[in-house]
């Protein structure tokens, strides 16, 4: 995957991404982050033609995005979000979503690599327990390990990853890294990052601040460099080492 001179701005008089150049190797992990608001979703869009670049070329295996119809560029994509998204019917419905005319095999073999066919088989009905409107009847957790599961079976060639561990308990968050972990495999991987301990081993991490990329590199590169991440990823470890600190006095 490619971006090339690639400029793009949602107001004509605020510039946002100016020629942008990046390139993304098949299977590698690039981690977006930035403070809240930065812009790190933009990329998102526009890698999926939800906007429309003002210049320049994205292009996928050498072919222009432009080129490619929306509704068959948007199933390039695998997407995994913060928000979690199930429709009223059977867990075995919604994880078959994925793919068309799926073998039940496959929808359990998708679920065992996501980590959610034991507590599945702990519902009443198994794989065939209706979800309510709200999914109120799982936890917040589970609903995350069932969108893994989707994403699974579908086998997208790239994937849109939005960390999704908040409000989980540990357990089921490190359920919940597994997963994705399997899912990541092989697969080139977009990772909107929240705690940035999870993506240093990422091939290139994006910086964000104000809608604008300000850095560019590996997680040592920027962290050598002294900048922007650098005093993101300290301020977030010390915190994260304080807050153990009050919690083991």
């Given at each position: ?64 995005i432009k080129d ?17 998204w199930l429709f ?162």
């Amino acid at each position: 995957m490619k971006f090339e001179h690639v400029s793009f701005r949602y107001k004509e008089d605020v510039p946002l991404i100016e020629d942008m150049n990046l390139r993304v190797k098949r299977g590698d992990t690039v981690a977006v982050v930035g403070p809240t608001g930065a812009g790190k979703t933009t990329l998102v869009n526009l890698l999926m033609r939800f906007y429309e670049i003002d210049a320049g070329k994205i292009s996928i295996d050498g072919i222009d995005i432009k080129d490619i119809e929306r509704s068959e560029l948007r199933k390039m994509f695998g997407m995994v979000l913060q928000d979690t998204w199930l429709f009223n019917g059977s867990i075995q419905d919604n994880i078959a979503y994925g793919k068309e005319g799926a073998a039940m095999e496959e929808i359990v073999r998708a679920a065992k690599a996501a980590h959610a066919d034991h507590f599945i088989r702990t519902l009443p009905d198994g794989y065939n327990t209706v979800l309510d409107e709200e999914a109120t009847n799982i936890s917040q957790g589970q609903k995350q390990l069932l969108t893994i599961a989707r994403a699974i079976l579908a086998d997208p060639a790239i994937l849109i990853l939005d960390e999704a561990t908040s409000n989980v308990d540990t357990r089921t968050e490190v359920l919940i890294q597994r997963a994705t972990a399997n899912l990541m495999k092989g697969r080139t991987s977009f990772v909107i990052a929240h705690r940035l301990s999870t993506i240093r081993d990422a091939e290139l991490i994006l910086v964000m601040n104000k809608g604008s990329i300000i850095e560019m590199g590996t997680h040592r590169e920027l962290i050598t460099k002294g900048g922007f991440y650098a005093e993101l990823y300290n301020s977030q470890f010390t915190g994260a080492n304080l807050h153990e600190a009050e919690g083991n006095i």
